[in-house]
């Protein structure tokens, strides 16, 4: 192995290890309770994070803050959130928790990930309103109708690693005209990404006004306090640790 590629590795793992560290510290401070944002007051368990380097951005209400500031806006206009990837609850139980919507459906795919969900949701006290399925295909539009779920009070949001493009068919996306959608994008993660990611977005328009929303600026002069902590681990806390910059498309009904 060439040194330079040593000395990345060495420093990648150290940034990795650093950001749990700092997470760790911040999460024992405020006892889980995220302190900012829409999320304000939820516990987040340092078992229930699948990335606990994220933690310290999930207390602040730094970590996707842009999926947050939409979500902040059509909270007001929307009842149920459908959560495709609800991986440990931030979103599809804390959302439901702290009132920003009166239920949500939770698809996830990994059985372990249910097992947590229903935990999660029972420590919440939220459990009756927490449906918690498998994972989504392009039908799951009609299994949201035979549940009883109106697709026009629905926001919908998915994080599922490159399994949108097989999910958000055409047939799909007509199925869910009235509904507000925000989809994480992952074509760096699938053969053909390019070309994938303008299908989609071709698809998206036709019954969407669609946005691509890129990861942007984080404002730490607002948080007291983080005013003390060095340069290195405040600007730690902004990292998601992601392979390249995140973008997501919202979509709004026309």
Same mark, same amino acid.
């Given at each position: ?8 590795? %060495? ?25 900012? !944002? ?7 368990? /340092? ?13 602040? !209400? ?7 500031? %939409? ?11 459908? =959560?495709?990837?609800?991986?440990? !609850?931030?979103?599809?139980? !804390? ?65 599922? *690693? ?8 055409? *047939?799909?996306? =007509? ?8 989809? /994480? ?54 990292? /998601? ?14």
């Amino acid at each position: 192995m060439k040194t330079e590629d040593l000395v990345s590795d %060495i420093t990648a793992h150290a940034v990795a290890v650093r950001r749990i560290l700092v997470s760790r510290f911040f999460h024992e401070r405020f006892a889980g309770v995220i302190q900012r !944002g829409i999320l304000e007051g939820y516990k987040l368990e /340092e078992d229930s994070s699948w990335a606990p380097g994220d933690l310290a951005g999930q207390l602040f !209400g730094l970590y996707e803050q842009e999926v947050l500031s %939409i979500i902040e806006d059509v909270r007001t206009r929307r009842h149920t959130l459908v =959560n495709l990837g609800a991986a440990d !609850g931030y979103y599809g139980v !804390g959302l439901v928790a702290t009132g920003s919507f009166g239920q949500s459906v939770c698809y996830e795919l990994s059985e372990a990930g249910r097992e947590h969900l229903k935990r999660v949701a029972e420590r919440n006290k939220v459990t009756e309103l927490v449906q918690i399925l498998g994972g989504a295909g392009p039908d799951f539009p009609r299994e949201l109708h035979h549940r009883n779920v109106p697709i026009e009070q629905c926001l919908i949001l998915s994080d599922v *690693e490159g399994a949108e493009f097989d999910i958000f068919t055409p *047939e799909c996306l =007509n199925a869910l005209k009235g509904a507000e959608i925000i989809i /994480e994008l992952h074509d760096f993660l699938v053969d053909d990404g390019e070309t994938r990611r303008k299908t989609l977005l071709a698809a998206a328009e036709a019954n969407f006004e669609a946005t691509v929303v890129r990861m942007g600026a984080r404002d730490l002069s607002v948080i007291p306090e983080l005013a003390g902590l060095n340069d290195s681990d405040r600007w730690l806390i902004c990292s /998601e640790g992601r392979a390249q910059l995140m973008s997501w498309l919202h979509l709004r009904p026309r």
